[in-house]
């Protein structure tokens, strides 16, 4: 019987210490407040395009021989880029640019690392980081810099970092004849109330 009641009060103890720490380290509110809720979200401007119908190219038959081997044509490089090897575009205005079928896609591959770091959440910090990045022909990562801070080490580390997950990207279009794209891109970071 005595044992009974030194355990009980020895988990009953345990619960009042574990609810003090937790009330001290603000994890656990005992008002009567119910907190407002709060959703995190990032700015990411969208850019929403339909999707380009082309006609398959054509592939002709050769003359009828032992092996068949079909005959496709092969896309050659615009003539305007012949010599020019990198180009700079810039991800938040993909109205006038004629890479804007591949940078969606590579958008929306950064999209999905992207996220609120939860340090600077936890701190409610916000900012704008601007990032210049180089994705080579072979889709590789091939150099990123931040060029504006947002202010903040741990939002333009968050920023860097989402980018380095998404690499590697899809190979550049041979019709580009780009070795390197050299894209500029702003990240906001923004607390909703």
Known sequence: MMTNKVLLLSIVGSL???????????MVQMRQIIPEAKILTVDLKKEFIQAETKPLP???????????????KQQKPDPALEGQKEDTVDLGDLTNTRYKPYLVKL???????????????????EGTAMIKFSVASNGMLDDISVTTSSGSALLDQGTVSAIQSAAPFEPLPPVYGLSKLNIQASFAYKMSN
């Open 16 to 26: 009042f210490i574990h609810g003090v720490g937790l009330y001290m380290t603000g």
């Open 58 to 72: 054509e592939i002709k038959k050769p003359a009828e021989t032992k092996a068949k081997t079909p005959v496709v």
């Open 107 to 125: 958008k929306k591959r950064i999209e999905r690392y992207w996220g609120y770091p939860s340090a600077a959440a936890a701190r409610r910090i």
